[in-house]
């Protein structure tokens, strides 16, 4: 099955096999998924907030974030409607890039930076 995947700081498209095991190998755990439109999900480690997975990808729509952060490894890929995964086509591309922010190097140390601001402010108050 063809899928875009966000392996640490690389992102492409990339073959894997059409199972469940193969999928939660992937993702490094049980499976999870968001929908990106009615027919392309991203799909990534349901314990991925509690696992320590670092940030990977953000989820944004129109240009504004959406306040979700993917953390891990994680793919793209298109469901037929009945529950199964099936490749996604070359041309879903711009799809992906219009609703995923690819985390990686500065960005990463970046995220890391404004959490902390963040956090010390709350620690003020």
Not at 26 to 45: K, S
Not at 49 to 57: A, D, Q, Y
């Amino acid at each position: 099955m063809l899928v875009y995947g966000f392996v640490g700081d690389e992102s492409r498209f990339l073959e894997i096999d059409d199972t469940l095991k193969s999928m939660q190998n992937f993702v490094g755990g049980l499976i999870e998924r968001v929908a990106l439109t009615p027919n392309i999900d991203i799909v990534f480690n349901e314990e991925c907030l509690i696992n320590g997975s670092e940030p990977r990808v953000i989820l944004h729509e129109n240009g504004h974030f959406q306040n979700c952060i993917i953390m891990g490894d994680c793919f793209v890929c298109r469901h037929d409607g009945k529950g199964n995964y099936v490749s996604i086509k070359e041309t879903d591309l711009p799809i992906i890039q219009s609703r995923l922010f690819h985390l990686k190097g500065d960005e990463l140390k970046m995220l890391g930076i404004l959490f902390l601001l963040s956090y010390a402010e709350d620690m003020e108050e």
